[in-house]
């Protein structure tokens, strides 16, 4: 046997170390003898019942074994033969809300809607498309702008494809990212039975939340958000509640979960947090330069630890359903982005398609055009991007990071070297012992006393 190549050695206090497997995400606590065995390939004096231990979590191998040829196997695997099929569109561009942090404000695309032409070449495309991938289920986000702002295009692509989907018997599953202002009454009767997911953000208490997120004659948006929430407490509709941090005000943030656990929402099985930290504007990372994008990183890390304490001192009753930005995944997928995988199609409102949500708009990162009837004319970026495998990348092969790297994010790539058959280290050396750290306190507090 020998050790992985995708062995980590991360300290823990004293002569302790944990070792983080990247390619099996598996996790394992030793001490300096065994680390010393470990990294230098001496193993004749460990016994066999720990050789069989770390063997079973991968950081033990064959002697024989190629482990970037694994690596390639489940990277094709994922890329090309994804289990569901994942559509995002955007029925416009326009918002009745204008928060500063928002990074489509920031972007020069026109503030559009979907035409009756567009939405029906899209529809046809869609049905084509889905129909030659023969997806087993099917994943529909929609997206904006505020898509509540074109109600007849949301619900003509949630209601249609749910319609379709049932009919070639392939799984739905309908997703709305919206404000939570306009998704009441009627709307809201029309696409409850479409949805099995919706997301809101919320700003903070109220006058913070106000102050950001408002309407055009200047009033508030929180109590509105509320009674849509109110609603959605009351369905099995799954809500990711969307929690701003901003510049790390978490004594600010606090009062907001105590007012949504006074009005029940802690409560709800359907509900889920995920915590989000804005300085200044929101950009999926991708409009960051790498000094930013790893500082930004890593305060989302160190994070965690205040998050737990706000929990803790409101009371919160499902702590289970928090995501958290600490997160090693441990069934870390192969690719790094979901969305550069084949079955992966975004839309936007002229009937452009990307591969990255956040470049939406941009032309120069458009990938292919949806004509009349639904036929599509796909860009060379198109089969680069779907052809782009970190493995092929020299600094990538031999580095012990790449089963959770991927090679870093093709849009990164092409920002900084102007090719995406680059690679793009990002935060991904600074911050992940600084995530399996963090990990190991929050489930293994014990091993690192």
């Known amino acids: 046997m020998k050790s992985s190549k995708y062995n980590l050695y991360i300290s823990l206090c004293g002569p302790k170390y944990v070792v983080y497997n990247t390619l099996h995400g598996s996790i394992t606590f030793v001490d300096e003898e065994m680390k010393s065995a470990l ?3 001496q193993l004749q004096n460990v016994d066999d019942t720990s050789k069989n231990q770390l063997y079973a979590q991968g950081i033990l191998v064959e002697k024989n074994t190629d482990e970037l040829s694994q690596y390639r196997h489940v990277f094709l695997k994922e890329m090309y033969a994804p289990s569901y099929a994942s559509i995002t569109v955007f029925p416009t561009y326009a918002c009745n809300l204008s928060c500063h942090y928002c990074y489509q404000k920031w972007s020069d695309a026109p503030k559009a809607s979907m035409t009756e032409s567009v939405l029906t070449n899209t529809m046809a495309f869609l049905k084509s498309q889905l129909a030659a991938d023969n997806p087993r289920a099917l994943l529909v986000k929609v997206f904006g702008g505020e898509p509540l702002v074109h109600p007849q295009a949301t619900k003509t692509l949630l209601a249609g494809l749910h319609e379709w989907a049932d009919s070639q018997r392939i799984q739905f599953f309908g997703t709305l990212t919206t404000n939570g202002t306009l998704f ?67 004594e600010t943030t606090t009062l907001l979960l105590q007012d949504i656990k006074e009005r029940g929402f802690s409560k709800c099985p359907n509900f ?7 300085v200044q504007k929101d950009t999926c990372d991708v409009g960051l330069n790498e000094e930013e994008y790893i500082a930004g990183k890593e305060i989302a890390v160190a994070s ?7 929990l803790n001192h409101v009371g919160w009753e499902n702590p289970q359903n928090v995501r958290y930005p600490d997160n090693v995944r441990m069934d870390n997928p192969p690719v790094l982005c979901d969305q550069t995988k084949r079955k992966r199609y975004i839309i936007d409102s002229f009937g452009d398609i990307y591969l990255c949500p956040s470049k939406a708009g941009e032309k120069e990162y458009r990938v292919g055009q949806i004509g009349e009837g639904g036929r599509v004319t796909w860009n060379n970026d198109f089969y680069t991007i779907l052809t782009r495998h970190p493995a092929d990348f020299e600094e990538c092969s031999s580095c012990a990071y790449l089963p959770v790297c991927g090679g870093g994010c093709a849009i990164h790539a092409r920002e900084k070297n102007g090719d995406y058959r680059t ?27």
């Open 272 to 278: 889920e947090l995920d915590f989000g930290l804005i």
């Open 184 to 250: 009441t009454g009627e709307l809201f009767e029309a696409l409850s039975p479409h949805l099995g997911a919706v997301h809101i953000t919320l700003d903070g208490p109220q006058p913070l939340h106000d102050s950001i997120r408002y309407y055009s004659k200047g009033n508030g948006t929180y109590e509105d958000i509320m009674h849509s929430l109110s609603l959605l407490s009351k369905t099995s509709i799954r809500v990711c509640l969307r929690i701003n941090v901003h510049d790390n005000d978490y």
């Open 304 to 310: 965690v630890q205040y998050i737990q304490k706000m």
């Open 423 to 449: 690679s793009f280290c990002g935060a991904v050396k600074t911050i992940t012992a600084q995530k399996v750290l963090s990990y190991v306190e929050r489930y293994y507090p014990n091993r690192i006393e």
């Open 39 to 41: 990294e230098s390939n």
